[in-house]
């Protein structure tokens, strides 16, 4: 079983729609919970931390379920700006990665 | 602007040879980590280095070594060179222990082995 688990996507939505990723990881130990956002040949990028009792910036919204050992992002009003790979990320200091989920966001 | 950077941008190289990466902070970070993505797969953890020693690694094999100098330069040195070792290698800054900050990763080297 992989260490961190995603939808594999990919995710092709209208511009204004709501999208729902999904990621469990493995480790019950786990403490640290990052979704990264990665533009195609760019590196990635921090989105946002996520918190046991969820947090909210802007238009997204992270959730983390540590008795299910899973973690959610939701993107409301998807813009055109918002096609990227999404990803899941458990760790601090070797942060173990999920494949991605790949995001079209279409006029 | 991560403060990162990375050298070179791009890199090819045949099976069996061995390759140096470099990765340098702005602002000196005492922690740094590097990572391999490979086409399609999100960044696997290779190792960390903290204070010049080795302070963590990955599932890879022992040809991956790396270094970390006084000025928190870092280098990814790879031998002998197998064309699965084809990827984007992305050095991140890390915040040091006890902080609560994630890591901030440079633009990344991209490596084709032949």
């Known amino acids: 079983r992989k260490e961190v688990e995603q939808d594999p996507g990919p995710f092709n939505v209208p511009e204004g729609a709501t999208v729902a990723f999904n990621c469990t990881y493995s480790?019950?130990?786990?403490?640290?919970f990052f979704w990264y956002r990665q533009d195609c040949r760019k590196e990635p990028k921090l989105l946002m931390s996520?918190?046991?009792s969820g947090n909210e910036d802007g238009r997204f919204t992270a959730q983390l379920n540590r008795a299910s050992q899973y973690i959610s992002l939701l993107i409301r009003d998807s813009k055109l700006s918002d096609s990227a790979t999404y990803l899941c990320?458990?760790?601090?200091?070797?942060?173990?990665f999920g494949a991605g989920t790949r995001l079209t966001v279409k006029p | 602007e991560t403060g990162v950077t990375q050298s070179p941008t791009h890199l090819i190289k045949t099976r069996g040879q061995q390759v140096t990466l470099r990765c340098s902070s702005q602002?000196?970070?005492?922690?740094v980590s590097w990572y391999q993505q490979a086409l399609g797969q999100g960044p696997q953890f290779i190792f960390q280095?903290?204070?010049?020693?080795?302070?963590g690694r990955g599932n890879f094999p022992p040809r991956f070594s790396g270094l970390q100098f006084p000025n928190y330069s870092s280098e990814l040195n790879v031998n002998a060179l197998e064309l699965d070792d084809s990827a984007l290698y992305l050095c991140?800054?890390?915040?040091?222990?006890?902080?609560?900050?994630?890591?901030?990763f440079g633009p990344g080297t991209r490596l084709l082995v032949l």
């Open positions: 990320v458990v760790g601090h200091n070797d942060m173990r």
């Open positions: 480790n019950s130990a786990s403490q640290s």
């Open positions: 996520v918190y046991s």
């Open positions: 602002s000196g970070h005492n922690t």
């Open positions: 280095y903290y204070r010049e020693e080795e302070n």
């Open positions: 991140a800054r890390n915040p040091g222990r006890g902080s609560e900050e994630t890591q901030y």
